[in-house]
Nanobody
Framework: QVHVVESGGGFVQPGGSLRLSCAASGSFDLINTVGWYRQAPGKQRELVARMTRGGGIDYADSVKGRFSISRDNAKNMVWLQMNSLDPEDTAVYYC?????????????WGQGTQVTVSS
């Protein structure tokens, strides 16, 4: 079993910053690709940023230049630094990890953390 827990969400004014954290724990050998997704009310879940174990990164066009994804492979941690936040960034943010162990690769999700950007 693999547990994924996000933290760091909250309320912030437009132009502000937040740093989300994601911790993966449980029975696995390593974490492969990780990603941050978000889902706003009435909208589909969308990719925000994704990072391979080797460091390859993809960002949604809407967050390029404002958000930054990073990870610590030794600690099984992932972060999302969010700057210049806009009300359009309001959503529940989810962490996705692909965990590997002895021939299997599976996708796991956290429960999500709410980010609200408002004046």
């Amino acid at each position: 079993q693999v547990h994924v827990v996000e933290s760091g969400g909250g309320f912030v004014q437009p132009g502000g910053s937040l740093r989300l954290s994601c911790a993966a724990s449980g029975s696995f050998d390593l974490i492969n690709t990780v990603g941050w997704y978000r889902q706003a009310p009435g909208k589909q879940r969308e990719l925000v940023a994704r990072m391979t174990r080797g460091g390859g990164i993809d960002y949604a066009d809407s967050v390029k230049g404002r958000f930054s994804i990073s990870r610590d492979n030794a600690k099984n941690m992932v972060w999302l630094q969010m700057n210049s936040l806009d009300p359009e960034d309001t959503a529940v943010y989810y962490c996705e990890v692909y965990a590997e162990s002895r021939g299997w690769l599976r996708e796991f999700w956290g429960q999500g953390t709410q980010v609200t950007v408002s004046s």
